[in-house]
């Protein structure tokens, strides 16, 4: 059993390093960063191909050889043209199908070295380590797994190996030649593998923190906004507060001028709360005010503000509204308080009743009062709402 689950430990430790393939979330939080690649790797493998072309002259002597490099070169400048291009214009096709060009455009430029080889045998070690060193670059500059490096250097072993001893042993070169050939290129191959494994670590990890700091942010930013919902509420009525309503004040006063509306401001006093309190306790009076509270949600409408501004004092920002509507919302408030039973917390089947006094004003779009200037106007409507016996609304202009 333990060798088992070293097993399956070495095949899943072997699979998340070498057959692991990019999360198309890392392709797309990357994109800009691959289609980088293929430019800067086009733009290598162009002048790799020009600075040949240009001596090459120099390095063969036969016409023909010459003739048949010389068209070889510039299929490979074309072909790192063509790619350089697409990824620089972000060429439909070539985005949708990124990956697939990339390995296509590697395939094309290394495949284009056998007939390099063939025909200028001669010189078959150098196209040999030229074309290792086309899949070694791009394993280290190009956006690709360990998987695609895998099968490119395989590739390359089945292809080109038995290709350079072949012509190795046309040409008669010892056993040494052709061994140092074949571990160079071994090298070669090996080391883009390794850099390619060591870059993605490098990019996996650095896309789990980028990950990780958004969950993070995203956490703070609603935490964030708890808080700022937090210090717009009155914690004991879940009403809005007077930091809140005062805000909203202003918003409506705007919104108004801009739809020509009216606002009506409303000012509400619980007559005799400071008896509750001494007579049943501080606990009576908190549960009175919560259910006031819920009396006065359960009137106002999704568009109106409902704030306590004060121990026993709360208020109601409503508009659109007219006059009718004003004294229609404060005459349901103040009966229903009127017939409310608030239980007794400390004793099943008793309960207590309170009043409210209410004061109001409407005001039109084109007057611009202040919110003080508005609450004495309607203070003194309180006022006289108290002073004429309580349980009253009086709404002043």
Partial sequence: MKSV???R?????????????YHPTFLAANYTDARASVMIYGLLTGVTSLLPLIFITTLIKDEETIFSIAVLRVLCILISLIAFCFAK???????????????????????????????????????????????????????IEPIR????????????????????????LDSYEVSQNFFMVLFLLFAGFIANLLINFWRFEEYRHKIRLRVTVGKLLKTNQKIQELSRIDSMTELYNRRHLLEQFELYKKRAKRENLNIGLVILDLDRLKMINDKHGHKQGDLSIQAFAKTLKSRVRATDIAARIGGDEFCILASPIDESGL???????????????????????????????????LFPASEDPSFDELYHKIDEALYKSKHEGRNRVTIVK
């Fill in 149 to 172: 490096v895998i099968m490119f250097s395989v590739v390359h072993f089945v292809l080109f190996l038995p290709l350079n001893l072949m012509l190795s042993k046309s040409l008669k």
């Fill in 9 to 21: 430990i070495g095949f899943l430790l072997f699979k998340r390093l070498f057959l692991q393939t």
């Fill in 89 to 143: 214009f972000r060429v439909r096709f070539f985005e949708r199908h990124l990956f697939s060009n990339m390995v296509f455009f590697i395939f094309s430029l290394v495949l284009l070295h056998i007939p390099m080889m063939i025909f200028d045998s001669l010189n078959h070690s150098f196209y040999l380590y030229s074309s290792a060193l086309a899949i070694t670059s791009a394993s280290i500059i190009l956006w």
């Fill in 327 to 361: 004294v229609t919302l404060t005459e349901s408030i103040r009966e229903k308080m009127e017939t409310l039973k608030i239980p007794m917390f400390h004793s099943d089947g008793n309960f207590v009743q309170m009043t409210v006094s209410i004061g109001g004003s």
């Fill in 5 to 7: 689950y070293n097993l």
